[in-house]
């Protein structure tokens, strides 16, 4: 069931890392303007990053670092899980719904990738 559930994260992971560069503008608009450089950046950045931890996960020998990494991914993205839910707060009530439902869904995606980097 555990390398079911490693392979399960990093097929999440990667088809969020590729929509990170087929559809770029769709995480330009929830990279924090806090952060320095352009969004683009930030967006590709996180891309990289969550096809290089899927690839991690999906290979036994580095499942454990690609578990510890994917924790970190997830939770280093929650600020713009925050912008998104805090710029959207006056649009639909379904663009709503989908911005404050990702908060708390961090939460199991982090419980997720701690899992898989510490089965038991």
Same mark, same amino acid.
């Given at each position: 069931?555990?390398?079911?559930?490693?392979?399960?994260?990093? +097929?999440?992971? #990667?088809? /969020?890392? *590729?929509?990170?560069? !087929?559809? =770029? $503008?769709?995480?330009?608009?929830?990279?924090? &303007? %806090?952060?320095?450089?352009?969004?683009?950046?930030?967006?590709?950045?996180? +891309?990289?990053? #969550?096809? /290089?931890? *899927?690839?991690?996960? !999906?290979? =036994? $020998?580095?499942?454990?670092?690609?578990?510890? &990494? %994917?924790?970190?991914?997830?939770?280093?993205?929650?600020?713009?899980?925050?912008?998104?839910?805090?710029?959207?707060?006056?649009?639909?009530?379904?663009?709503?719904?989908?911005?404050?439902?990702?908060?708390?869904?961090?939460?199991?995606?982090?419980?997720?990738?701690?899992?898989?980097?510490?089965?038991?």
């Amino acid at each position: 069931m555990a390398r079911h559930g490693a392979w399960a994260l990093a +097929g999440l992971l #990667a088809a /969020a890392g *590729a929509t990170h560069f !087929a559809r =770029p $503008r769709i995480y330009d608009s929830i990279v924090p &303007a %806090a952060l320095p450089g352009g969004r683009r950046f930030w967006t590709y950045a996180s +891309g990289a990053a #969550a096809l /290089a931890t *899927a690839a991690a996960i !999906a290979h =036994p $020998r580095t499942r454990r670092a690609g578990g510890y &990494a %994917a924790t970190a991914l997830f939770v280093a993205v929650f600020p713009a899980n925050v912008t998104m839910a805090i710029d959207w707060r006056t649009r639909s009530p379904r663009h709503r719904a989908i911005a404050y439902a990702r908060l708390p869904l961090q939460i199991p995606l982090i419980v997720w990738a701690w899992r898989v980097a510490r089965p038991r």
